[in-house]
């Protein structure tokens, strides 16, 4: 259990200078472009945030729907800019885009382009998820720090 938590996957130098550096990105624009807004008007969105539409999250609160997209976009966007529990961040987050682009706005455009409500936005933080998820969160992070194992990889 301890090395699917914390395997930071490759050791190399470069790979994870690039990774460190796609974590630490893809975190605090998430985290400051969208989590913290929705964390500070928390009273103002609660009752009008939208719930997905597919069991069983259909069956969430306009309240705790709100409050898991906090966890994802505030919680896992810290832990991936640390390197912490970087893979199951990683797979929340990007569980997160998903419901975001072809629940929440299945409706909208594919593009920005097409108007307000598209999938663009979504599906550009879905992508680094998806590497940091197969990748891991390389040498420069807090999984690295954690779990030392004997037998370097490269």
């Known amino acids: ?19 460190l550096v796609l974590r630490i990105g893809t975190g605090l624009l998430m985290l400051f472009g969208h989590g913290l807004g929705k964390l500070q008007n928390f009273a103002d969105k609660k009752n009008d945030f939208p719930v997905p539409d597919f069991f069983p999250l259909k069956y969430m609160s306009n309240p705790i729907s ?17 390197g912490l529990l970087t893979r199951p961040a990683a797979f929340i987050f990007g569980f997160t885009m998903v419901v ?25 933080f879905l ?11 390389g040498n420069y992070s807090g999984d ?11």
Not at 127 to 133: G, K, Q
Not at 144 to 154: G, I, N, S, T, V
Request: aromatic content about 10%; hydrophobic content about 50%.
């Open 1 to 19: 259990m301890k090395k699917f938590l914390f395997d930071c996957g490759t050791r190399d130098a470069t790979a994870s200078l690039g990774l």
């Open 66 to 82: 709100l409050m898991a997209t906090i966890g994802a976009e505030v919680g896992c966007s810290v832990l991936i800019i640390f």
């Open 100 to 124: 975001a682009a072809f629940n929440i706005h299945g409706s909208g455009p594919w593009f920005m382009s097409g108007g307000p409500g598209s999938k663009e936005p979504a599906l550009l």
């Open 127 to 137: 992508i680094p998820a998806i590497a940091i998820l197969l990748s891991g969160a």
């Open 144 to 154: 690295a720090l954690l779990y030392q194992e004997r037998r370097r990889r490269f």
